[in-house]
């Protein structure tokens, strides 16, 4: 019962957002993520700790980019809530799409697409505003510890058009089906790999990297797509495609795939490099410790 009172809860937030101006749920959101960058004294000391060795900042400078990650993310928390209103023509207004036709390229393929993103701007809103494009947008997610806050954020994706798939869970093989059906394969691809993640550099430390990409890059022959969403500074967001590119084998398999997914991470730390203060610093990227 008090499951259920939460996600309630989190639609009654959602349905008195949605009726206020964009520009006020802006504020709004920006706003509590400055609150939130007060009170978060642990996160905020290890992003500005990760950044300063990721920037090779001073820490005045990566205290900076941390604060303005929080701000952003407090936006993009309320972004969130305000999908229901998010209608196409609200959605042309506010997201800019860049290299569009990569996409369209890589999916006349016929093979599906690995599209390669990471934990950078709204994420949520990337899936959905190329979902609104007319792509079969689907992603693979981590569960939320939170179930009621996990069934939310499934039900506004489903909503904008997004078929979700639990990492980790027997819905993987709807992942690789969605594949082997031309589809594209969303990848969230900064996050820890745990023990069985390909070790490689990212950010100024060897780093422990999900090697899901690369596997269903390899399995599927699917083309490499990738994708990144970034605050714009008069408001909205920019979403910028890059070239599509091939898994490229390897008579080493094991190299193979070390090679492919260090190909990746450089995509995604120059992604982060460019627009530091979208990336969540403070997540624990490296907690895998490396033994060599």
């Known amino acids: 019962m008090f499951h259920n009172l939460q996600y309630y809860f989190l639609k009654a937030i959602s349905k008195t957002i949605c009726l206020l101006p964009y520009f006020v749920v802006v504020h709004i959101g920006r706003g509590l993520g400055y609150l939130y960058y007060?009170?978060?004294?642990?996160?905020?000391?290890r992003g500005i700790d990760q950044a300063m060795r990721g920037l090779e900042a001073s820490p005045a400078e990566a205290e900076k980019v941390?604060?303005?990650?929080?701000?952003n993310l407090g936006q993009t928390l309320?972004?969130?809530?305000?999908?229901?209103?998010?209608?196409?023509?609200?959605?042309k207004?506010?997201?800019?799409?860049?290299?569009?036709?990569?996409?369209d390229k890589a999916m006349k393929l016929g093979k599906g697409v690995v599209f390669l993103t990471a934990h950078i701007g709204n994420w949520e809103w990337l899936a959905a505003a190329l979902s609104s494009t007319g792509f079969p947008i689907t992603t693979i997610v981590k569960a939320q510890p939170n179930d009621q806050y996990n069934r939310f954020l499934n039900e506004y994706r489903e909503m904008m058009g997004v078929e979700v798939f639990s990492r980790g869970t027997s819905e993987m093989l709807g992942a690789a089906r969605a594949l082997k059906k031309g589809k594209v394969?969303?990848?969230?691809?900064?996050?820890?790999?745990g023990e069985k993640g390909v070790f490689v550099d990212f950010l100024g430390k060897k780093a422990s990297t999900p090697a899901g990409p690369a596997v269903f890059a390899e399995k599927f022959e699917s083309a490499?797509?990738?994708g990144?969403?970034?605050?714009?500074?008069?408001?909205g967001h920019h979403i910028v495609i890059g070239s599509p590119f091939i898994y490229e084998a390897d008579s080493d398999s094991e190299l193979a795939l070390e090679k492919n997914t260090v190909r990746m991470t450089k995509i995604i730390e120059e992604a982060i490099k460019q627009h530091p203060k979208d990336w969540l610093w403070f997540q624990k990227r490296w907690n895998t410790q490396y033994r060599g």
């Open 78 to 91: 309320l972004e969130v809530m305000y999908m229901p209103a998010l209608n196409s023509k609200k959605m």
């Open 228 to 235: 990144f969403i970034f605050h714009r500074p008069n408001g």
């Open 224 to 226: 490499i797509v990738p």
């Open 185 to 193: 394969l969303g990848f969230l691809a900064d996050q820890d790999g």
């Open 93 to 103: 207004k506010l997201i800019s799409i860049e290299g569009l036709d990569n996409l």
């Open 38 to 45: 007060l009170a978060a004294k642990r996160q905020r000391e």
């Open 66 to 71: 941390v604060r303005g990650l929080f701000y």
